[in-house]
Structures are given as C-alpha cells and as structure tokens.
C-alpha cells in the first residue's frame, strides 16, 4: 500500500496488516485498552459501580480525540511507554511495601 508514510507506525501496522476500516478499528481499540490500563495502573480509585460507569463510558469517549491525533502522532507508543513506567512503579511500590512489612515485623520481635 502506497501513501502510508503520512501515518503514524502503529496505524500504517494495522492498516497493513488488515484492510483500512478494520485497521482503524484495530486503532481505536487499541488506544481504548492502552487508556484504560493506563487509568487503572495510574488514577483509578475504588468508587462505586455507577461512578466507575461513567468514568469508563467518559473515558471511551474521550479516546475518541486520542485516536485522531493517533493518525499522525505517536499515541499508542506513548501510552505503551506510560503503561511501562506504570507497571514499573507498581512493582517496586508493592516490593517497598513487602519489604516495610518485613522490617516493621523484625523490629517487633
């Protein structure tokens, strides 16, 4: 497929990799998925069920932006690289975590 350059690389993928209306499709799915794992590691609050609702509706909407500057700009390798960071700062949080419990449990003997 020819005059794909003008697109960002995960949209050329998906384009390449499908037909064009699915490739976009695949887009918007993705950057839906990468959002959402991106809330939930990074702001997401236990709140009740019909808050969560509409946090999740609002923030399916909200994608919506997203997926169209994904056309040119490099959204989803963004929102790879906070998940990453993310997922990173989770991990060493609960190894901290682990590792204040065992202390505070030592010193208590």
Do not use: W
């Not at 998940?83 to 505070?104: C, N, P, S, T």
Request: hydrophobic share 50%; proline share 2%; charged share 15%.
């Amino acid at each position: 497929m020819e005059g794909l350059d003008a697109f960002s690389s995960s949209l050329r993928f998906f384009i390449q990799l499908t037909d064009v209306k699915t490739g976009l499709l695949l887009q918007y799915l993705t950057v839906v998925t990468l959002s959402i794992l991106v809330y939930k590691l990074g702001f997401a609050k236990k709140l009740p069920l019909l808050k969560s609702f509409i946090i999740y509706v609002c923030l399916i909407m909200g994608c919506y932006i997203l997926f169209l500057f994904s056309y040119k700009l490099p959204v989803v390798e963004g929102l790879v690289v906070a998940a990453i960071i993310l997922i990173i700062y989770k991990i060493r949080l609960h190894q901290q975590k682990k590792q204040d419990a065992m202390e505070i449990n030592g010193r208590g003997k």
